[in-house]
Each structure stands twice: as structure tokens, then as C-alpha cells.
């Protein structure tokens, strides 16, 4: 009986707890150092305000960046951002996933791709998961 | 205790039943008709920004099995003559897997995929054709039981149809 107990204990965390994971790649090719002016594209369904994250955190380190909900900014800039915001609840509402991708300027060609993904037990708040994005996106050290 | 195993049972079943497989190349690569326009030449494949699929989370693309149905699709439509595994060849074509997009959970699918595609000719290093093809699809909730199933199939098809749009638009450049 409390061996069995113990195996759905086990089962549960198992199924629950999971691992955090981050992601990127890069365009062959891709040169990220000359970016200057970038523009957040705020996703339709974003009611929290995600796109206002990723621009603090992007003229923190120096960029000028803008967001809003047009596809294209008014003016001609570096990069386009564009990103997925996924939730789940645990408790409490949290971001289980975070994609974005930083694109270029004219085309709109992705030039990096970047995914984190935490899972209840290892939560992050949401400006710690749209910084641990850009810095693999934008290769900014840790 | 017969209730509690049962749960163990089931819940383990769950588990199991629930682990992802990876988007198979042969669904993935297009049977679309033949290419309006046939090259003469040879294009070798660069495939970058895929992933291997974990167990436990959603079925991924890796470049291996894109670079699989890119060459089964330019081979079945004649697109480029040859397509060799290495170098040398006339052309090299890019494809970098920018984003790969489907839900966590839930009945229906859809899934978002975007490759950005260059179209480089070797002898001369100039870009022949650039685009990054952006396709979609969405799997019904009754096509399959499991939903790392559905997140597969979604991969699949809007995978082919990435292939299908980009041998339609390199097939339009009458290349020799």
C-alpha cells in the first residue's frame, strides 16, 4: 500500500515538474552586432503587456526600441521582434513559454529564433523569462 | 487497494502514451505535381535552426528530417537535376527553421512554421532568390487521439506546404 502511495507520488512530480529548457539558433550568416533600432511588434492576443517588457529591457541595454501593434513601425528601423507568450496555471497564472524572433528590418526575414520554457517548479516572472530570451537571441552574456 | 493500483496503471499509461515523436521526413516531403520549369544543374542543402524532438515535450523538426523531404520533394519534381549530399554543386540552397510554433495543449492544432530560404549560386556567391515562406495548419481534434499526435501531423503538413510554396517559387526563376 505505501509503496503504491509512493509511485504516485512519484508519477505526480514527474509529470508536473519536467525541466527548464532554452533554445536558439541564428540565420547562417546573421550579423546582430549592427543592430541599433528595433522595433516590438505586440502580438494581437498579448493583453499583459509582454511588448512593453521586451522594450525596457532592450533600451536597457542600450537599444532604441519602440513597440506597437502596426506590423511595420512608421519609421525604417534595424530589427523586428516578434514573439509567443504561453501561460499556464499553478497556483498561480505563470509564462510556461516564451519564443521570439528577432527579424530583419526591410524583409522580415528571421535572423535569430530563441524559446525559453519553465515549468511550474522553476518559474521565472515574466521580465526575467523576456531577458533570458533576448540575451540568447542578441548573444548578450549572462 | 485495487482502486490505487488501477490509478498507478493509469496514469502511467497516460504518461507513456503522451511521449512525442518526431515529424517523419516522408510526410513532409511533397508528392505535388512536377516542377513547371526543370534546372539542369545541382543544388546541395544547408538546413539550420531545427530540433530533435524530446520525449517529453512537443514533436519538434530536426534538420536532418527537413533536409530529408527538401531533397525526396526536389528529387520527385525535378526542381534541380541532382542533389548531392556534399559539395560540389551548382547552387546551395539555405533553409534556416525560424520558428516553429504550435500550442502546449488543447483539442485543435494549429501550427505555425517559417523557414527562411537564400538561393545562393556557388560559382559565383551571388544570391539567386531570398523569401521566408510562412505556412500554417491546423489539426481537428478528432484526426488524432493524442495531442503530441495532432502537434506531429501539424508539423508535417505545414511543412509540406512550405516545401510545396518554395519549389513552386524556385521552379518560376527558370534557372538553366
Known amino acids: 500500500m505505501l509503496r503504491i502511495r509512493l509511485w504516485l507520488v512519484a508519477l505526480a512530480i514527474g509529470a508536473l515538474a519536467g525541466c527548464a529548457t532554452q533554445n536558439v539558433s541564428h540565420a547562417p550568416g546573421a550579423d546582430l552586432s549592427t543592430l541599433k533600432t528595433i522595433y516590438v511588434q505586440k502580438l494581437a492576443a498579448d493583453q499583459r503587456g509582454v511588448d512593453l517588457l521586451f522594450v525596457k529591457q532592450l533600451n536597457e541595454w542600450g537599444y532604441k526600441a519602440t513597440s506597437g501593434a502596426a506590423e511595420k513601425p512608421a519609421e525604417p528601423v534595424d530589427a523586428l521582434l516578434t514573439y509567443q507568450d504561453r501561460w499556464a496555471w499553478d497556483i498561480t497564472m505563470y509564462m510556461l513559454r516564451l519564443n521570439a524572433q528577432i527579424r530583419d528590418g526591410q524583409s522580415g526575414a528571421i535572423i535569430a529564433s530563441a524559446e525559453s520554457m519553465r515549468p511550474s517548479l522553476e518559474r521565472l516572472s515574466p521580465p526575467e523569462m523576456v531577458k533570458e530570451v533576448l540575451q540568447a537571441a542578441l548573444k548578450k552574456p549572462r | ?176
Open chain 2, 1 to 176: 487497494m485495487t482502486k490505487l493500483a488501477f490509478w498507478v496503471a493509469g496514469l502511467s499509461c497516460a504518461l507513456l502514451a503522451g511521449c512525442a515523436a518526431p515529424s517523419r521526413p516522408e510526410a513532409m516531403a511533397t508528392a505535388a505535381a512536377p516542377a513547371a520549369h526543370k534546372s539542369n544543374a545541382s543544388v546541395v542543402l544547408d538546413v539550420s535552426g531545427g530540433r530533435a524532438t524530446q520525449s517529453t515535450y512537443t514533436p519538434q523538426i530536426s534538420n536532418e528530417d527537413f533536409a530529408t523531404a527538401l531533397r525526396k520533394s526536389i528529387e520527385q519534381s525535378g526542381t534541380f537535376a541532382r542533389v548531392p549530399a556534399v559539395p560540389p554543386a551548382d547552387y546551395r540552397l539555405i533553409a534556416y527553421l525560424g520558428r516553429l510554433d504550435s500550442p502546449m495543449m488543447g483539442m485543435s492544432v494549429r501550427v505555425e512554421l517559417e523557414v527562411g530560404y537564400q538561393l545562393i549560386e556557388v560559382g559565383t556567391s551571388r544570391k539567386v532568390w531570398t523569401k521566408n515562406i510562412a505556412t500554417n495548419y491546423t489539426v481537428p481534434s478528432d484526426k488524432a487521439y493524442a495531442f503530441v499526435d495532432r502537434v506531429r501531423i501539424g508539423n508535417e503538413a505545414a511543412a509540406r506546404m512550405n516545401i510545396e510554396q518554395m519549389l513552386t517559387e524556385v521552379a518560376a526563376l527558370k534557372l538553366p
